[in-house]
């Protein structure tokens, strides 16, 4: 196996996740764009440590936001974000582990082969969880059964 490659993760889980209120920056789904919007993000939001973030796209414009999972002394507007929320539902998961930045690379085939098993609900976002570095949890938005 090369070692740039993430390890396989052949297990695939439905989970249900719950409405999680968030910062973001909007901007264009392509790679240069969304690595400048999360330099931006890690600088305004200071230390990393205990913070949650994800990566959020598809409906309802088809950007990409790259979110911070919002903190009761937060202020959105104070630091120059936007506020939302990431729609809770039932979602198809996987997980993806590699080094960055060649694990970025691998994550629109992960996904295509979510949406082939999936009973994709159009109407929400995908969403990116980022475990570590080098763990992410791809989530594609289901119907519930």
Known sequence: MNASMPAPDPITR???????????ISTADEQ???????DRLEKIVGSLHGRKFFGVFGPPDGAYRVCVQAQDDDDAA???LES????????????VHGEPPEIY????????????????????????????RDEIDLLIPVNAR
């Open 14 to 24: 439905r989970v249900e996740r719950q409405e999680t209120p968030v910062m973001f």
């Open 32 to 38: 240069d764009a969304i690595t400048e919007a999360w």
């Open 78 to 80: 104070l630091s120059g």
């Open 84 to 95: 939302g929320s990431i729609p809770g539902g039932h979602y198809l998961s996987t997980t």
């Open 105 to 132: 690379a691998h994550i629109p085939t992960r996904y295509a082969e979510l949406k082939q098993v999936a009973d994709h609900d159009s109407t929400r976002p995908s969403i990116e969880f980022y475990r570590r």
